[in-house]
């Protein structure tokens, strides 16, 4: 059967197309971004405080064209520790690191192990010579904050007694978060009742119930995720305890109970834009080979149970809303 002219018109100008799409891919076949390997390690890779987080690394990875491995952790007991996984990642070939540091690189190991190796840090300011790119929250402005909350929240008298959870003092942040709440606090120096560190906090040493049974306090203030989550399990399984728990986290758990009210104030670091900042600054170093040191400070924002759901405050606490 032979094709009329009109048919005969469409099936050339279908071929012509054809032809066109796979001259089309052929000649641009090499135009397709080369893929970067980043692996990712923190500390207790899979708690739910790095949920944000992630959300923001994973964004990052899909607008720059990366290949994303967060590496399956625990807890870390050293800096060598952490510094060994670092180097496995490095020996699969990566082209670039972003870490959580666990504690002040004052040894330089950090540094060390990732000499020639693009990296960022997230979580510290972390001190030394051998400076790396970090992008962070400000500790002390941070700090500053919560006593601020506190302040024009609480009618603070010298009777006012009051505990801390100083969470991790290794870390220069959380030493720059206490530095900055209680200059900004301004109380009395026997007014603290206590001060407990995250060592203080483990199952074993249980400071905390054997703290506020001895030395009951008015408010009670944590400087970290980890801290918070251990004071909001304190409080609840102690009904009768009449405590106002002012602290910084951004975990699932923290953030409910500021609804439920059992956090009055929580800092809440920007920690979506923290990691897509992070992977944002890999890329652009990995492409470009910079070997320019910068530091950035994310957002943190003050939420409570009247501002939580503000459209701003959404945006940081659940991020995967948008």
Request: some cysteine.
């Amino acid at each position: 059967m032979k094709l009329n002219k009109a048919a005969m018109t469409v099936v050339i100008a279908a071929l012509a197309v054809l032809i066109g799409i796979s001259a089309y891919k052929i000649l641009h076949s090499g135009d397709e971004p080369e893929k970067k390997y980043v692996s990712v390690v923190v500390e207790e890779s899979g708690d739910s405080r790095w949920t944000a987080f992630l959300q923001g690394l994973n964004q990052a990875a899909r607008d720059n064209h990366v290949i994303l491995n967060v590496v399956s952790t625990g807890t870390f007991a050293s800096m060598e520790d952490e510094a060994a996984v670092l180097a496995r990642e490095m020996e699969y070939g990566v082209d670039g690191i972003i870490v959580e540091p666990i504690c002040d690189d004052t040894e330089g190991i950090l540094g060390d192990v990732l000499s020639g190796t693009q990296s960022v840090l997230v979580c510290t300011d972390v001190s030394g010579e051998k400076m790396q790119d970090n992008v962070s929250a400000d500790g002390y402005r941070t700090g500053q904050m919560i006593a601020d909350q506190i302040r024009s929240t609480e009618k603070i008298t010298e009777d006012t007694e009051i505990g801390i959870l100083s969470g991790n003092q290794e870390l220069p942040t959380v030493r720059s978060c206490l530095e900055g709440l209680l200059e900004s606090l301004a109380v009395e120096e026997q007014q603290i009742r206590w001060d407990i560190s995250e060592s203080g906090l483990s199952a074993t040493a249980n400071l905390l119930d054997l703290s506020m049974e001895a030395k009951p306090v008015d408010i009670l203030i944590s400087l970290d995720n980890k801290a918070t989550e251990k004071a909001v399990d304190y409080l609840t399984a102690h009904s009768g305890v009449r405590c106002s728990l002012y602290g910084e986290g951004r975990s699932e758990k923290c953030i409910y109970n500021v609804d439920a009210g059992v956090i009055r104030a929580l800092a809440v670091p920007d920690e979506y834009m923290m990691g897509y900042e992070s992977l944002e600054r890999l890329s652009r170093k990995m492409t470009y080979f910079s070997t320019e040191q910068q530091a950035e400070n994310i957002e943190v924002r003050m939420v409570t149970q009247e501002n939580l759901h503000d459209q701003d405050t959404v945006w940081i606490a659940y991020p995967a809303v948008y």
